[in-house]
């Protein structure tokens, strides 16, 4: 299993962690990938099978203080993040001129 990050654009959102099966990540995650945006997974998948997938992973909360490491990051509505993560990894987030942000 593979623990995913939620950050929701919501005002009230709590940014929890789900857990995903090995193939369940892959199908939202591209390859070498540790961040994604809901519309472009939307854009690469099949909403039929990212529906279901995504009924089971709510269904698999961890609690924070339980998590044992996060492996990816999944945006909802915050599109305007794009630009400091233009390759999609975590690791190699960036300012929007292109300075490290680490």
Same mark, same amino acid.
């Given at each position: %299993?593979?623990?995913?990050?939620? /950050?929701?654009?919501?005002?009230? $959102?709590?940014?929890?962690?789900?857990?995903?099966?090995?193939?369940?990540?892959? !199908?939202? /995650?591209?390859?070498?990938?540790?961040?994604? /945006?809901?519309?472009?997974?939307?854009?690469? #998948?099949? $909403?039929? @099978? !990212?529906?279901?997938? /995504?009924? $089971? @992973?709510? #269904?698999?909360?961890?609690?924070?203080? #339980?998590? %044992?490491? @996060?492996? =990816? @990051? !999944?945006?909802?509505?915050?599109?305007?993040?794009?630009?400091?993560?233009?390759?999609?990894?975590?690791?190699?987030?960036?300012?929007?001129? =292109?300075?490290? !942000?680490?």
């Amino acid at each position: %299993m593979k623990n995913i990050q939620i /950050f929701d654009g919501a005002e009230n $959102a709590v940014y929890d962690i789900f857990a995903a099966t090995d193939e369940e990540f892959a !199908l939202i /995650f591209s390859p070498s990938t540790d961040v994604a /945006f809901i519309d472009e997974v939307y854009e690469q #998948q099949s $909403a039929e @099978i !990212l529906d279901t997938i /995504f009924t $089971a @992973i709510w #269904q698999r909360r961890v609690q924070k203080s #339980q998590a %044992m490491g @996060i492996h =990816g @990051i !999944l945006f909802y509505e915050n599109e305007h993040k794009k630009v400091y993560y233009p390759t999609r990894r975590d690791e190699e987030a960036v300012n929007p001129e =292109g300075s490290q !942000l680490r």
